[in-house]
């Protein structure tokens, strides 16, 4: 694959205008665009045609976490939107995802169906607030490795995961489990927010499928230029 094959660019932006803006400035250089619950809950389907329409793909990243037969109906949904990839949380349970699946697979007929892509731990989450607020009694990389093999036995396509989760969840899961990895800076960018973070050279040598990248091109000066940096980075490491 590509190297703009394997990146995803975050619209974490409000409007359909913004969206739609850099859709159009970036569309040749990556495959794939992530509308968020932001831009999702601001605009609803609108905004995953937004990029469709300007011949992007699209990631719904709803992270559906409900009863099995309201996230097969949400499914069925993101089927009939036209995405490439959705999400939703491994804690939803075994049932919740074979449901997503089937109804997937249904919706999608003859069609190509989306990939499904499982939540693990939030990044957000940390060891002490896992044990003491949720309950969960591994360490949060055992967490991790443990449900994404939930989510391959249930036949998901792979995992959202940090830079640092990569090397286990491949080790665990094997080759063609998908990973798809967030917290993506380049080498002397700003780390905004992330704490657990990653280069492009990197998170791919520990072999991440798919990078998304937000703000170091969405609010770049020159989001053309920032995301051409990343992509030679990707190729270099590729190599
Ligand atoms: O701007 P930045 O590159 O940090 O954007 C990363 C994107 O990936 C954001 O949309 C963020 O919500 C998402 N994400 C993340 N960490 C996770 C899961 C998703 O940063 N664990």
């Known amino acids: 694959m590509k190297a703009r094959e394997r990146l995803i660019v975050a619209l974490d932006v409000s409007t359909l205008e913004q969206a739609r803006s850099l859709v159009a400035e970036l569309h040749d250089l990556a495959d794939m665009f992530k509308v968020g619950l932001e831009l999702f809950c601001s605009h609803g389907p609108r905004a995953v045609e937004t990029v469709l329409e300007q011949g992007g793909r699209v990631f719904l990243d709803l992270k559906y976490h409900d009863i099995p037969n309201t996230v097969a109906g949400a499914a069925r949904a993101a089927v009939r939107m036209g995405v490439s990839m959705f999400n939703l949380h491994i804690a939803g349970g075994a049932e919740m995802m074979m449901a997503a699946l089937e109804a997937a697979l249904q919706e999608a007929g003859s069609d190509v169906v989306p990939r499904i892509l499982g939540v693990t731990v939030l990044t957000s989450l940390g060891a002490g607030q896992l044990r003491d607020e949720l309950g969960l009694v591994r360490p949060p990389a055992e967490q991790v490795v443990f449900w994404a ?91």
């Not at 489990?177 to 960018?189: D, H, K």
């Not at 990078?211 to 190599?239: F, Y």
């Open 149 to 239: 093999k939930q989510a391959r036995d249930c036949g998901l396509s792979g995992v959202v995961a940090s830079p640092q989760e990569i090397l286990s969840i491949r080790q665990h899961c094997g080759n063609g489990f998908l990973i798809v990895t967030p917290g993506i800076r380049p080498a002397g960018s700003a780390t905004d927010d992330q704490k657990r973070i990653s280069t492009p050279g990197a998170a791919l040598h520990a072999g991440a499928d798919y990078l998304v990248v937000g703000r170091p091109i969405t609010r770049a000066s020159e989001p053309r230029q920032a995301a051409l940096a990343i992509i030679e980075e990707m190729e270099a490491a590729s190599l």
